[in-house]
């Protein structure tokens, strides 16, 4: 079966912490991907790569890092949590084909207080 | 640019109704057009894509899906709804940046809402 799976299921974080969320996939995809979901906003893109040590910009990038060391392995990177950055963070993979369908994490809650 | 429109919050429908969740899209080409399904508290799962072909698509869970180019749209489609089928529904539009970089637009998501 195949996986996706994000360290952690829930995460709080106080203002100015560098927050590191891992994601994993078994399923040697060359794209993962960084989505944050909020009500009534759906899922808006954060960053994504299409191989290891190569990223591009979403929609959203501002305040976000990512890094991709390994070809399984995407981590998202808030250098300075802010309290607007609470929100579902969610961690996506897929083949490169433009017509393949994503596989998703399980979602991580993170709230910054 | 490309979006996706999903221009309702909420659909509700009887049990044992037909239910259908709208979608229109904006993309330069061709689209590539997907529905995902979100169950409280978990990830996004696939429900089924249209890449070319027939215009009417199957995928799980008895869903289906019908692509009319002309009306930009790919609505959702089930003939009886079950109590299990609530949950959130995204549809999403991908295509090619310049460059063969690949993106995915959502759009915001609809509340299915089925009553026993």
């Known amino acids: 079966d195949v996986k996706v799976t994000q360290s952690s299921r829930y995460l709080v974080k106080r203002t100015g912490e560098k927050v590191f969320l891992e994601c994993v996939q078994d399923?040697?995809?060359?794209?993962m991907f960084w989505y944050r979901q909020d009500p009534g906003l759906g899922l808006r893109l954060i960053y994504f790569?299409?191989?290891?040590?190569?990223?591009e910009k979403g929609d959203i990038p501002e305040g976000y890092s990512v890094s991709r060391e390994k070809k399984e392995r995407f981590s998202l990177i808030l250098e300075s949590a802010s309290t607007n950055q609470t929100s579902m963070y969610l961690c996506?993979?897929?083949?490169?084909?433009?017509?393949?369908?994503?596989?998703f994490g399980q979602g991580t809650r993170l709230t910054v207080v | 640019a490309q979006s996706v429109a999903q221009p309702e919050d909420q659909v509700n429908v009887a049990e044992g109704n037909p239910l259908t969740v709208k979608c229109t899209y904006s993309?330069?080409?061709?689209?590539?057009l997907f529905w995902y399904v979100q169950y409280p508290n978990r990830g996004l799962q696939f429900l089924l894509k249209?890449?070319?072909?027939?215009?009417l698509v199957k995928g799980s869970y008895g869903f289906e899906a019908e692509f009319n180019k002309s009306q930009t749209s790919f609505h959702l489609k089930k003939p009886s709804a079950l109590v299990s089928d609530s949950a959130l529904y995204f549809c999403a539009v991908r295509s090619l940046y310049s460059g063969g970089y690949q993106k995915v637009t959502f759009g915001t998501g609809t509340k299915l809402q089925v009553i026993p």
């Open positions: 399923m040697d995809h060359e794209n």
């Open positions: 996506a993979s897929s083949f490169l084909g433009g017509g393949t369908e994503a596989f």
């Open positions: 993309v330069s080409g061709n689209p590539y």
């Open positions: 249209y890449i070319t072909g027939d215009n």
């Open positions: 790569s299409y191989d290891v040590k190569m990223k």
